[in-house]
């Protein structure tokens, strides 16, 4: 019976990856596999542009192993909603900005040359009212030291009561 010669495995230069599955291997690593600086570059990535395409070209991976990533890995998805979480930030200061500070714009003049203006955009600025009342209303109503004070000794009045009660 002839033995196949395996390749040596711990070659120089030569890479390996573990597969899962019922008999998990090592296989050769390819150039689109993932590794830790391929993992932050998509993040930092997907945190500037909050794009998904444009992320994966970035780091070298493809569309599709990086949403199998997502679904298998926990750490990933955690990092993954982070970066979608800071683009938003991002996107919702330009957006708040825009609106408190306008765009430039060149209006034709009849005759002449074009003059800047600036333009509020009334859509964005009723976007963002909506999308912060709840916060601005929060904010509007806070207790007094008097108030927080009398909530805090009727509820340490209460907790004694109840401890009186388990210890009767």
């Known amino acids: 019976m002839a033995t ?3 390749k040596s495995a711990t070659r120089p230069g030569r890479k390996l990856v573990l597969v899962g ?3 998990p291997s090592l296989r050769k690593a390819s150039a689109r596999s993932w590794n830790k600086d391929k993992e932050e570059l998509f993040l930092s990535t997907l945190a500037e542009t909050c794009n998904v395409t444009r992320a994966c070209e970035a780091a ?3 569309v599709t192993s990086v949403y199998r990533r997502k679904k298998e890995n926990a750490a990933f998805r955690a990092g993954w909603l982070a970066a979608i979480s800071v683009a938003y930030q991002r996107l ?3 957006l708040l900005e825009r609106a408190f500070v306008g765009t430039e714009k ?3 003049v009849r005759g ?3 003059r800047t203006m600036r333009e509020y955009s009334n859509q964005l600025g009723l976007g963002l009212l909506k999308m912060h009342r709840d916060s601005a209303t929060d904010a509007e109503f806070e207790w007094s030291a008097e108030e927080v004070e009398e ?3 009727r509820l340490i009045r209460k907790l004694q009561r109840m401890k009186q009660r388990d210890a009767d």
Do not use: S
Request: charged share 40%; hydrophobic share 35%.
């Open 4 to 6: 196949r010669k395996r």
């Open 21 to 23: 599955g019922k008999r």
């Open 60 to 62: 070298g991976v493809g």
């Open 92 to 94: 919702e200061l330009v």
């Open 106 to 108: 060149l209006v034709p």
């Open 112 to 114: 002449g040359e074009p």
């Open 151 to 153: 909530v805090r000794l």
